[in-house]
């Protein structure tokens, strides 16, 4: 969802906040908790079959209903009243494909019989209740699965990621987990045609002149020869591919390494891995350096320092320590899960596993506390924040870091989760900020969404009540908010 995301979300967040469409890379939590978007109308309810206009018969998945956001375009009116239009919206998109060197006959071949895919309205303004905690995200994206089986496409596709790897300066374990994350490893691409997704979105709903723009670069795609047009599939949003390329991404960063003419990122395994690393590249990697790492806090730490950015002395200076190494001198490692049978890192890689690609004392980092006093704490480095930006989530990140480490043959994280603490829904979010609004903390507008505002004023709060002020919204900090009223 690069750069393109309203959503900036932040870690114990919105993991709800996926939910919001994805304007970018298209990765979408909720295709790994719930069935809707990664299995298409499968388990559609035959909701609402009333209602279903005639427009939308071949989107009988529909639900019919207004979208969530109340935008204008989105009422259950609208969105009848563009699909009936739907038509008459692609001939408009014409002279503007053909200026972009599309032959009349492809746009023909491409549209002909094209029908709206209305389910996409659904899931544009897919609301989910429920939050997902860190710790089940990092579950699920970072399982002992994922993480043998990119050590074995590692090893498969060796000579890619060397050369890869020495042409643009990305570490390879990124790219290895952006590919699992994304898609894990090509196996859920999703299968939605991207011109049909585009073009619905492009003449339906609220996100139209965003989509327009993916439309006609999808038609660019398939003008260009660079994707077979049979495997231009993917999410509800028109992300493709295993690394799912939005198709302006595509445009701005997809490369032909392998020199066959095509930038094919579907389905060459050359292609696809450089493409991923000239997007991270161009976005600014710092080459040979990791995105963060997880580190211990002193006793008595202050935490009204959560979120700053400063130099790594300085943040050696106030205690602050490396995980991995705090728990080795104390001789104890309190990470109950399993560890890989074979951690030994893959030839070539031995200097990251060591840590020499570690930041010098002199590199700015930023502390950032997911879940509050009880769970891993990290210091991140400027390539989490180009990690960011390929899909603006906190916990998306974190979970391609901590993958891309455990590639390499790198540990489990030393402090566990606190997994006894229920994650806030979405409407005890809004409560939460409108109740941080009403005692005078500063949140901006509430939208349910826990960013560093929110957790800057939560840890106001939390400090001027004698709360230890970690930011975490846990259930007992809104306890403690209602109370005061
Ligand atoms: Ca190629």
């Known amino acids: 969802m690069k750069r393109r995301s309203s959503f900036p979300c932040v870690l114990a967040v919105a993991l709800a906040a996926f939910a919001v469409p ?15 978007p990664a299995t298409p109308g499968s388990n559609a309810p035959a909701a609402a079959a009333a209602n279903q206009p005639p427009a939308a ?37 014409w002279p503007l494909a053909e200026r972009r060197g599309v032959s009349r006959a492809m746009f023909e071949a491409n549209v002909a019989g094209l029908v709206p895919d209305l389910r996409i309205m659904d899931l544009l303004d897919g609301q989910p209740e429920f939050t997902k905690s860190f710790w089940d995200y990092l579950d699920v994206l970072v399982s002992e699965e994922r993480i043998q089986t990119g050590r074995a496409i590692l090893a498969q596709h060796r000579a890619s990621f060397d050369a890869v790897e020495k042409a643009y300066g990305v570490d390879r374990h990124v790219i290895a987990a952006i590919w699992g994350v994304e898609s894990n490893y090509g196996t859920a691409i999703g299968e939605r045609s991207v011109i049909r997704s585009t073009a619905t979105l492009a003449c339906i709903g609220r996100r139209q002149d965003f989509f327009r723009e993916e439309f006609l670069s999808a038609l660019e795609i398939l003008a260009r020869g660079d994707v077979r047009a049979d495997h231009l599939k993917g999410s509800w949003a028109g992300a493709f591919g295993p690394t799912q390329f939005m198709p302006t991404s595509f445009k701005r960063y997809a490369v032909d390494f392998d020199r066959d003419g095509r930038r094919d990122v579907v389905d060459s395994v050359p292609d696809l891995i450089a493409s991923t690393a000239n997007n991270l590249k161009k976005d600014g990697w710092v080459p040979g350096q990791t995105w963060g790492y997880e580190v211990v806090l002193p006793k008595n730490f202050d935490f009204m320092f959560a979120g700053r950015a400063m130099q790594i002395r300085d943040w050696e200076r106030l205690g602050v320590r490396r995980a991995a190494m705090a728990s080795e001198a104390s001789g104890q490692r309190g990470n109950s899960m399993v560890r890989a049978p074979d951690t030994r890192p893959e030839p070539g890689s031995s200097a990251r596993a060591n840590g020499k690609n570690f930041p010098r004392s002199s590199d700015n980092a930023s502390l950032v ?33 901590h993958l891309a480490d455990r590639l390499r043959g790198g540990e489990p994280f030393v402090q566990a989760w606190p997994r006894h603490e ?34 800057d004023a939560l840890r106001a709060f939390q400090s001027s009540v004698g709360m230890l002020p970690d930011g975490f919204a846990s259930a007992a900090v809104l306890d403690r908010l209602r109370a005061r009223n």
């Open 422 to 455: 229920r994650m806030l829904t979405r409407a005890e979010r809004y409560e939460l900020q409108e109740l941080l609004a009403r005692h005078g903390f500063d949140v901006g507008e509430p939208d349910g969404r826990l960013g560093s505002r929110t957790r």
């Open 369 to 401: 506390i997911p879940t509050g006093a009880v769970g891993p704490t990290f210091l991140m480095l400027p390539n989490f924040g180009v990690i960011m930006k390929y899909n603006p989530a906190e916990a998306y990140a974190l979970a391609i870091g």
């Open 57 to 93: 018969s071949a989107a009988a998945e529909w639900s019919g209903e207004s979208g969530a956001s109340n935008h204008p375009l989105m009422t259950a009116e609208a969105i009848r009243a563009a699909a009936a239009n739907f038509r008459q919206c692609l001939a408009g998109l």
């Open 22 to 36: 994805a304007h970018g890379q298209g990765f979408d939590l909720r295709s790994l908790f719930n069935s809707s």
